[in-house]
């Protein structure tokens, strides 16, 4: 089945796309514009799963959230359809049903790629922030180095030890970027 013709002056709704063949992409829809997406490589992949080993041990103890990564369809309560790298949400009968709050959200990472940085540093952060999405992270494993945006402040860079104490947590989860990066198999690591 071939793809088919992808209109970009189309208001895309969930449904539309869901619609969509299995291609491979990841689609996503914000306020009607479709996102695509080709599939994230190996190295894109290391980089995520290592937020997730970083941040789930936390989560479970504490109970703060849920921990999950793409590919994953993620509706939001608008209807609205994203799919973070990785992200955090609190667990709710919505959530249970498919459909997610923004303001659930409690953190959503993503990890740079080249198809992806534009996109992430401006679409997705300001439509993160507006949904009220707690935190979110912009991963760059070429620079080391995570851009940190929280509700109503700029962005923060981190580059050695980062603090993140969600809404609800009795503590804060250090995570240590150098050791995270570090741990990257060689021929994974972005130069």
């Avoid at 063949?21 to 996503?28: A, W």
């Avoid at 109970?63 to 709710?92: H, K, Y």
């Avoid at 303001?103 to 993160?128: G, M, N, Q, W």
């Amino acid at each position: 089945m071939g793809m088919p013709a992808l209109s970009p002056s189309a208001f895309w709704t969930a449904e539309m796309v869901r619609a969509l063949p299995e291609d491979g992409n990841r689609y996503e829809c914000l306020d009607g514009e479709l996102l695509v997406t080709p599939s994230p490589g190996n190295a894109h992949q290391f980089v995520v799963g290592a937020f997730y080993r970083a941040i789930f041990p936390y989560a479970e103890e504490t109970g703060v959230g849920l921990v999950l990564v793409s590919p994953l369809e993620v509706e939001l309560a608008d209807g609205m359809i994203v799919q973070p790298d990785t992200f955090v949400f609190r667990d709710s009968a919505s959530a249970a049903k498919g459909r997610i709050p923004g303001s659930d959200l409690l953190l959503v990472v993503e990890v740079l790629s080249k198809s992806t940085a534009r996109r992430d540093r401006t679409i997705k952060r300001a439509f993160y922030a507006r949904i009220g999405v707690h935190e979110y992270w912009i991963v760059d494993q070429a620079a080391r180095r995570v851009e940190r945006w929280r509700a109503a402040a700029e962005a923060e860079l981190e580059r050695g030890t980062l603090a993140w104490r969600p809404v609800g947590a009795t503590r804060a989860h250090l995570i240590d970027l150098p050791a995270l990066f570090d741990a990257i198999p060689e021929p994974y690591r972005t130069p």
